[in-house]
Nanobody
Framework: QVQLVESGGGLVQAGGSLRLSCAASGSIRRLHAWSWYRQAPGKQRELVATITSLGSTNLADSVKGRFSISEDNTKNTVYLQMNSLQPEDTAIYFC??????????WGQGTQVTVSS
């Protein structure tokens, strides 16, 4: 079982930046994938970014060029650097840790609000 604790959300003006963190504790398998999802009010949860322990990354088209995902294996932590934030980025952001193969675990979510 993996426990995830997110941090870094908040209120920012359009054009600003935030960095989200998600730290894992528990049974951390060497082969794994981290993902960030977000869910805006009235919308379905959507995948924002993924990074695997094999080094591959993937970003949603809507955030390419503005967001980046990285991992610090020494701290069992994943980061989502968000630049040039826009009001449409407002959502609750959730991290997900998934051992490969296996079922994923979810963080509690952190609110990101971008004002225009």
């Amino acid at each position: 079982q993996v426990q995830l604790v997110e941090s870094g959300g908040g209120l920012v003006q359009a054009g600003g930046s935030l960095r989200l963190s998600c730290a894992a504790s528990g049974s951390i398998r060497r082969l794994h994938a981290w993902s960030w999802y977000r869910q805006a009010p009235g919308k379905q949860r959507e995948l924002v970014a993924t990074i695997t322990s094999l080094g591959s990354t993937n970003l949603a088209d809507s955030v390419k060029g503005r967001f980046s995902i990285s991992e610090d294996n020494t701290k069992n932590t994943v980061y989502l650097q968000m630049n040039s934030l826009q009001p449409e980025d407002t959502a609750i952001y959730f991290c997900n840790f998934r051992p490969l193969p296996g079922e994923g675990s979810w963080g509690q979510g952190t609110q990101v609000t971008v004002s225009s």
